[in-house]
């Protein structure tokens, strides 16, 4: 079917208004035709800004909508599970933020929904899409740096002082934290770069007594047979490099996932010879929405419909009780 794919989104989060739907323009069998807030006026303004035909007060309301196919998820933490489930349960396929869920139980139990109604549901890592990952993917499990004995991933921004006690990012009761925010992307680059699942974490983290969130932190993942990694969240400092070391080279990206225009992507080092590697730029955003859209008409499956929803959650759950607890803890 050559039909676009009739899209609905859940609440109006500054990362639907500045990426989502202006991706959502440019993506291939796709059309935004209801957005929807629990304030209407604030669901019409955004319809308005962007042209959409339905504006909804309600979240219930947009997914009574039987002509909307499929939902984008753009809210707190702690109501994604909640939501995606009830997404999934009226018909709709979901395109979830991340982190999908508050904990592995409640991402099992998103699982459970999405078999038993059939439809898709993905975690919303916008970042998989960026050219410049996908080839860092490619390379890191081609075989060409031998066994991987180590890898590094940063997931980094620095949020502006004082911190402003209404950030979801910091708000305790609704999902705030950085490793839920920003480090579930570093846990989640280190499992697409090994292929494999980390088997024990080791976490330490700079927690906010006045927010009662981590504000930063650093863990190490043991894959076994030799491979560990590190990983680095936070909201204290910029963005970093990634690394990716085996026993014949190694893998650099010194920008981290964005490069500045001209300089190279990553650097490769084998054999005693090193190469420049430099990637086009495209739209992650655009790139996730139209991956599910051309999913939802049959083109082919979502590039990532084979993960376990609860993989990624199982490593975060970890980190968490490796901290309180002091000790590493088994994924």
Not at 260 to 273: I, N, Q, S, W
Request: proline share 5%; hydrophobic share 45%; glycine share 10%.
């Amino acid at each position: 079917m050559n039909e676009p794919v009739n899209w609905g989104v859940l609440g109006c989060a500054s990362i639907a208004i500045n990426r989502v739907i202006p991706g959502m323009a440019n993506a291939r069998l796709t059309t935004l035709g209801a957005v929807a807030s629990r304030t209407l006026s604030k669901a019409e303004a955004v319809a308005a800004q962007f042209d959409v035909p339905k504006a909804y007060g309600s979240y219930e309301a947009l997914l009574a909508d039987p002509a909307i196919e499929a939902v984008y998820v753009p809210l707190p933490n702690g109501f994604h599970a909640e939501w995606s489930i009830k997404a999934m349960r009226a018909g709709k396929h979901v395109l979830c933020e991340k982190p999908l869920a508050m904990n592995a139980a409640e991402a099992r139990e998103i699982q459970e929904v999405r078999d038993e109604t059939g439809m898709f549901c993905i975690e919303a890592f916008a970042y998989r899409f960026n050219p410049v990952v996908a080839k860092a993917f490619e390379i890191a499990r081609s075989g060409v740096l031998g066994e991987l004995r180590f890898i590094h991933t940063v997931s980094n921004y620095l949020m502006a002082k004082p911190y402003d006690p209404a950030n979801v990012r910091l708000r305790a009761k609704i999902g705030g934290g950085a490793l839920y925010d920003m480090g579930c992307y570093a846990v989640n680059a280190q499992r697409m770069l090994s292929g494999r699942e980390p088997l024990m974490v080791s976490a330490m983290m700079q927690w906010s007594a006045e927010f009662d969130v981590d504000m930063a932190g650093t863990a190490m993942l043991d894959f076994g047979g030799g491979l560990r990694g590190t990983i680095q969240w936070g909201f204290t400092a910029p963005g970093g490099p990634f690394s990716v070391i085996g026993e014949r080279g190694r893998l650099t990206g010194t920008y981290g996932w964005g490069p500045p225009e001209g300089k190279p992507a990553m650097v490769l080092m084998t054999g005693g010879k090193t190469e420049e590697i430099f990637v086009g730029r495209a739209d992650d955003h655009t790139g996730e929405v139209q991956d599910l859209s051309e999913a939802v008409r049959g083109v082919h499956e979502p590039v990532y419909v084979w993960e376990p929803l609860d993989a990624n959650m199982r490593v975060i759950d970890a980190c968490y009780r490796s901290y309180h607890s002091g000790v590493a803890q088994q994924v």
